[in-house]
DNA sequence: CCTAATGTCTCTAGCAACTATAGCTTCAAG
DNA sequence: CTTGAAGCTATAGTTGCTAGAGACATTAGG
């Protein structure tokens, strides 16, 4: 049985990010010490293991809780799954098409100022005037941090 | 002078957004009619344009903070409005790279599974098992100080 | 065995950047 | 003059953590 501090070293997670998931019912409650310390089996590393990949690929938790759901019931059909998985793949490319333009009009932006005064400079200019930007990158939603 | 409804529809900026950004300072306090309610100039408006501007294209409020105070300053040299742009173009180009990653892992993932039972499905073994990923795609914790 | 240094406990609050609700007041149209 | 939309303030919720305070547990050294 691990301690919380070394179960946190061995999967790559905070040691409040477990107490966290384990408030928000992502994680079981842990089994406790005498001294009343969270204890944690090798099952429960590899839950957490299997949290911190998914995070890694962008899931989100209320995403992660239906995987881990689903991973808990091995002989029902994987296509829940693998439709959450889609969904994922196509948040993802979604917002690197986005990116994408968002790069393209930065770049363009920086590279058309000369330098010099505010009042002349071309960043300044085009973040005040969108119609002077080659794409048009706006969305009604703005890219979730990353 | 403008209320702030039409602010908002002018701007593409709901209007519950408009009180946030007048109330951490972001814009300044508007002027009130008789019975208290905001109105805006075009002045005001144009200032609210750029800030949503500059959302979208990801700058946060914090820079769009400091361009607006520089776009204050007409006389002043650019170089600092450029570097937070530069700053914000490295900022895109990362997660850029990142999404790209994240990408190709979560297409392999879904070309992989064949369909059929959890037990079997390849999205969820993969999520359980970083080591069967193709790129090593997770989350850099330090900030590349260049 | 004692002590000091960690580690862990609970609880609360804070971060970005909004968004939503409640319970009012004001305004504009009919 | 009435009604309904739009405005006001204030508070709380969202996502996914992260940081602190103050108390208790455990462990390593002497
Ligand atoms: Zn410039
Ligand atoms: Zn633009
Ligand atoms: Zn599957
Ligand atoms: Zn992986």
Redesign the interface.
């Known amino acids: 049985m691990l301690t919380i501090g070394k179960l946190g070293e061995a999967a ?1 997670v905070k040691v409040p990010t477990i107490r966290y998931y384990e408030q928000i019912g992502l994680l079981p409650e842990a089994e406790r010490s005498a001294g009343n310390q969270r204890l944690y089996s090798r099952k429960a590393m ?1 839950r957490l ?2 949290i911190r ?6 899931f989100t938790l209320e995403a992660i809780r239906d ?1 881990l759901s ?2 808990d ?7 829940a ?2 439709a ?3 969904a ?2 196509a948040e ?2 979604s ?2 098409a986005r ?2 333009a ?2 393209a ?3 363009r ?2 590279v058309q ?1 000369a ?7 071309r ?2 200019e085009v ?4 119609s002077l930007c080659a794409t048009d ?3 009604p939603e ?2 979730a941090t ?1």
Do not use: N, W, Y
Request: hydrophobic fraction near 40%; aromatic fraction near 2%; charged fraction near 30%.
């Open positions: 790559g590899e293991a299997f990949h998914a995070r890694d690929l962008g995987l689903l991973s019931r091995p002989d029902q059909s994987c296509a799954a693998d959450i998985a889609k994922q793949l993802v490319e917002r690197l990116l994408t968002l790069k009009e930065l770049e932006m920086v100022c330098g010099g005064k505010i009042a002349d400079c960043v300044i973040l005040g005037d969108h990158h706006r969305h703005i890219e990353q």
